[in-house]
T-cell receptor, first 113, second 113 residues
């Protein structure tokens, strides 16, 4: 069975600082990995996805994530935080051939002016 | 934006009463999902559908039933609501079963007193 663990339920950074949100996965087969973002009072939307092509994946709004098989990680980064990045971020995994996406617990990102 | 409408968006009800949440899509996607979102748990899958009249259980299906009589509608029913079912419920749709790319509705906030 696949699962993801997000390290840190809350992350706070200053505007302009590096954003790093951590995600580790567990999967017995090569997984597909995702980051979703949820802005206040909205549904989730796809930020980026890894599907076994390039290990460095670029998403919307300047975010990117790197798949590291040796570390079973898929951390999300952005070089310079913006106030509009304040949201909750979810890492998710699905095994190839499976039908169900499994989400992590979420990390709430706060941006300080 | 994907055409997904959830209704009602907010509902307050009493323990023991039946509740039905509706998800309506205009994208003609085959797969539809119901998730619940709770602090510290991320999103957990309740039920999903892979076609008209074809449904299956997710990880937290106890106390919930679903029906899909038309491609565009997926209903979630709580036969006898309990306080533990107070949550935000999200409907999601996808075009194929294992891409992990889901489009979410805006959520239905249910409070069971």
């Amino acid at each position: 069975a696949q699962s993801v663990t997000q390290l840190g339920s809350h992350v706070s950074v200053s505007e302009g600082a590096l954003v790093l949100l951590r995600c580790n996965y567990s999967s017995s087969v090569p997984p597909y990995l995702f980051w979703y973002v949820q802005y206040p009072n909205q549904g989730l939307q796809l930020l980026l996805k890894y599907t076994s092509a390039a290990t460095l994946v670029k998403g919307i709004n300047g975010f990117e994530a790197e798949f590291k098989k040796s570390e079973t990680s898929f951390h999300l980064t952005k070089p310079s935080a913006h106030m509009s990045d304040a949201a909750e971020y979810f890492c998710a995994v699905i095994n190839q051939g499976a039908q169900k996406l499994v989400f992590g617990q979420g990390t709430r990102l706060t941006i300080n002016p | 934006d994907a055409g997904i409408t959830q209704s009602p968006r907010h509902k307050v009800t009493e323990t023991g009463t039946p509740v039905t949440l509706r998800c309506h899509q205009t994208e003609n996607h085959r797969y539809m999902y119901w998730y619940r979102q709770d602090p510290g748990h991320g999103l957990r899958l309740i039920h999903y559908s892979y076609g008209v009249k074809d449904t299956d259980k997710g990880e937290v299906s106890d106390g919930y039933s679903v029906s899909r009589s038309k491609t565009e509608d997926f209903l979630l029913t709580l036969e006898s609501a309990t306080s533990s079912q107070t949550s935000v419920y999200f409907c999601a749709i996808s075009e194929s079963r294992n891409t992990g790319e889901l489009f979410f509705g805006e959520g239905s906030r249910l409070t069971v007193l």
